[in-house]
């Protein structure tokens, strides 16, 4: 059985710091793609982040170029997001996802398993 648990969210000043961690288990985490996800209120989901299952290809939103870091640890099948100088628009729920096929694809139904999501609040 796979599962993704994400933790690591909270809340934040803007301009603020978190780092978000995605454990996996069930799976071998070294052939899987990962994404980052988010989800705001009254939005639709949107991607933030990916990163190749080899070749360390990295892939962000125009919106958090620059500004977030995807990295992952196959030793510790874990994945992780540093978010940097939030801001109040960073606000929504993250979810991790990982896609069997590798692709690092910036569309949600390329993804084959979720994590159940971890809240980041950013006050301005």
């Known amino acids: 059985q796979v599962q993704l648990v994400e933790s690591g969210g909270g809340l934040v000043q803007a301009g603020g710091s978190l780092r978000l961690s995605c454990a996996a288990s069930?799976?071998?985490?070294?052939?899987?793609?990962m994404g980052w996800f988010r989800q705001a209120p009254g939005m639709e989901r949107e991607f933030v982040a990916a990163?190749?299952?080899?070749?360390?290809?990295?892939y962000y939103s125009d919106s958090v170029k620059g500004r977030f870091t995807i990295s992952r640890d196959d030793a510790k099948n874990t994945a992780y997001l540093q978010m940097n100088s939030l801001k109040s628009e960073d606000t929504a729920v993250y979810y991790c996802?990982?896609?069997?096929?590798?692709?690092?694809?910036?569309?949600?139904?390329?993804?084959?398993?979720w994590g159940q999501g971890t809240q980041v609040t950013v006050s301005s």
């Open positions: 069930g799976l071998t985490f070294s052939n899987y793609a």
């Open positions: 990163y190749s299952w080899t070749g360390g290809r990295t």
């Open positions: 996802a990982s896609d069997r096929l590798g692709r690092p694809s910036l569309s949600s139904e390329d993804y084959d398993y």
